[in-house]
């Protein structure tokens, strides 16, 4: 069965500082892996895409990594900001007949406090 | 260029009525999926169009329906509602490259 477990389900920590949120999925056959950032009651917005070549990608202040052989990934956050409270939802897709399938997990809730 | 529309905003039911929630995806983009979001809980997958045609349904009880128009757009209708059908319901559009979804801003149905 096709899943994603995220964790921690939530994390709380102080601006400026430091955090990794972590994904594993067990979908296969593995396509990409997207995080999305979502803003409390406002649509989920891509943050960056993982393909199976692909090990490292930043985005800002945001880079998440993948390791397909264990089939996990993680999204780092640095120097956080306020902004940056939200829930980040990691999302795997595989092809089925041309089409991208998505997988989400449930999303790790961030609060970043002053 | 306008991104995923959905409306109404908010919606307030009671049990039993019926709710039709309306999405336009972004312009070329064929897929419309829909998703519900119960407050605190993830993304469950509701329904998936395309070219017109309902490609896949999520595990929910055949009152939730939709469809999707010749000019892309889509509806879901939710019937008979329920005290737990109380969630934001999220439109998704997609152009089939690489997968990415562009999200609307969701409807927000409340069932008192």
């Known amino acids: 069965k096709n899943q994603v477990e995220q964790s921690p389900q939530s994390l709380i920590i102080l601006e400026g500082k430091n955090c990794t949120l972590q994904?594993?999925?067990?979908?296969?056959?593995?396509?990409?892996l997207r995080w999305y950032k979502q803003d409390t009651g406002r649509g989920p917005v891509s943050l960056t895409i993982?393909?199976?070549?692909?090990n490292t990608k930043s985005n800002g202040r945001y880079t998440a990594t993948l390791d397909a052989d264990t089939k996990q990934s993680s999204l780092h956050i640095t120097a956080s900001q306020l902004s940056d409270s939200a829930s980040y939802i990691c999302?795997?897709?595989?092809?089925?007949?041309?089409?991208?399938?998505?997988?989400f997990g449930r999303g790790t809730s961030l609060i970043v406090h002053p | 260029e306008a991104g995923v529309t959905q409306s109404p905003t908010h919606l307030i039911k009671t049990r039993g009525q019926q709710a039709t929630l309306r999405c336009s995806p972004i312009s070329g983009h064929t897929s419309v999926y829909w998703y519900q979001q119960a407050l605190g809980l993830g993304l469950q997958f509701l329904l998936w169009?395309?070219?017109?045609?309902?490609?896949n349904r999520g595990n929910f009880p055949p009152r939730f329906s939709g469809r999707q128009f010749p000019n892309y757009s889509s509806e879901l209708n939710v019937n008979a509602l329920e005290l737990e059908d109380s969630a934001l319901y999220l439109c998704?559009?997609?152009?089939?490259?690489?997968?990415?979804?562009?999200f609307g801003e969701g409807s927000r149905l409340t069932v008192l």
């Open positions: 999302v795997v897709s595989y092809l089925l007949g041309g089409s991208y399938i998505p997988t």
């Open positions: 993982m393909t199976f070549s692909e």
């Open positions: 994904c594993n999925y067990t979908v296969s056959p593995f396509s990409n």
């Open positions: 998704a559009s997609s152009l089939g490259v690489d997968g990415e979804l562009f």
């Open positions: 169009y395309d070219e017109g045609e309902e490609r």
